[in-house]
């Protein structure tokens, strides 16, 4: 267990409404990320990080933006949510440094109506 | 940019058989390959990976995973299923030199269930 706390663990909401998503990590690794899995699509990288304030864009960045100021946090928020953003979103850190597999939490389930 | 295709999106298997995911990644350079698991309602589970060295790599719950450059492949293998590996799999590669630190590419998942 990476010690990774996703919440919350599920959030329906409607169209427009600005929504926040937080991951925890307990071990104070330096790299961060922020996933999306959809049915047909795997996983996609949304943004990451590679420590406080120091953050980039993934291959679907478009619509979201994401915090790191502090080391065990990294926000993903959703500034005005569509339904195309719903989905469920993974973090995920990567242990041991440059290029070491990534350890997931356990997604927060989005419904944007 | 990298890509990873996963050729089976659905199999099903009875219980003993064999199984091959294939998996192959486009990406000229130097890659790192993993092969996760997602259980039903769970999250994903690192299985193996391969950074570099012996190209048969063997991970957990009796997996392993075959590096082939000249194919661009990682395809993965266990010689007998059981009905626990119904699962999602999916195949992941990162660039080496990239440090990782840019993300996974993953592929499209193949979707396992195994019949009793």
């Known amino acids: 267990d990476a010690g990774i706390t996703q919440s919350p663990r599920h959030k329906v909401t409607e169209t427009g409404t600005p929504v926040t998503l937080r991951c925890h990590q307990t071990e104070n690794h330096r790299y961060m990320y922020w996933y999306r899995q959809d049915p047909g699509h795997g996983l996609r990288l949304i943004h990451y990080?590679?420590?406080?304030?120091?953050?980039d864009k993934g291959e679907v960045s478009d619509g979201y933006s994401v915090s790191r100021s502090k080391t065990e946090d990294f926000l993903l928020t959703l500034e005005s949510a569509t339904s195309s953003q719903t989905s469920v979103y993974f973090c995920a850190i990567s242990v041991s440094g440059l290029g070491q597999p990534q350890h997931f939490g356990d997604g927060t389930r989005l419904s944007i109506l | 940019a990298q890509s990873v295709s996963q050729h089976n999106h659905h199999v099903i298997l009875s219980e003993a058989a064999s199984l091959e995911l294939g998996c192959n990644y486009s990406y000229g350079g130097t890659v790192n390959l993993f092969w996760y698991v997602q259980y039903p309602g769970q999250h994903l589970q690192l299985l193996l990976k391969y950074f570099s060295g012996d190209p048969l790599v063997k991970g957990i719950k009796g997996f392993e995973a075959e590096f082939i450059k000249s194919k661009f492949s990682f395809n993965l293998r266990k010689p007998s299923v059981q009905w626990s590996d119904t699962a999602e799999y999916f195949c992941a590669v990162n660039e080496e030199g990239g440090g990782g630190a840019d993300g996974l590419t993953f592929g499209k998942g193949t979707h396992l269930i195994i019949q009793p």
């Open positions: 990080s590679y420590g406080v304030k120091d953050t």
